[in-house]
């Protein structure tokens, strides 16, 4: 049980107040963004005839929020509601990018894409707040300057 909640909130068991941001488009524009979305997604080894129910139901399963610029918004979820979603899902949500690919966002997959990693980040949103994020020390040892 979760005991950080406000006594209202307990007895519900969830905050209502709890939100999430739609994913911007700066993010789709970031290639380590999509890698880590992108890896994310395959590193939950779920097919991709299964893919579109698990969306589906954790966006059901969503007690709080998404907002827009302080304004909430509801997902447009018909952008999967095409005849080859399933070979959309297999290509791009079950198959991890290596690090020496440069991932790209066409533009007919925008949304779908802000659409899944929105979702996906309101049942992982401590995952989600990392993808794109970069050390900005890369660990390696000084040089030597004398």
């Not at 827009?68 to 999967?80: A, H, P, R, Y």
């Not at 980040?121 to 970069?134: H, K, M, N, Q």
Request: proline content about 4%.
């Amino acid at each position: 049980m979760n005991y950080s909640l406000c006594a209202r909130c307990l007895s519900l068991g969830y905050c209502k107040n709890s939100t999430r941001q739609l994913v911007r488009d700066a993010q789709l524009e970031d290639p380590e963004y999509l890698r880590d979305l992108r890896n994310f997604a395959a590193s939950l080894k779920i097919s991709a005839d299964h893919w579109l129910d698990y969306l589906m139901d954790m966006y059901r399963d969503f007690s709080g929020r998404i907002v827009s610029n302080g304004q909430d918004v509801f997902l447009d979820t018909e952008v999967f509601e095409t005849d080859s979603i399933r070979e959309w899902l297999r290509d791009w949500a079950c198959a991890s990018i290596p690090d020496h690919v440069r991932p790209r966002l066409r533009e007919e997959s925008r949304e779908r894409i802000r659409v899944l990693a929105t979702i996906l980040s309101t049942r992982f949103p401590f995952e989600a707040g990392l993808w794109g994020v970069r050390a900005a020390n890369d660990n390696r040892p000084p040089s030597a300057s004398r």
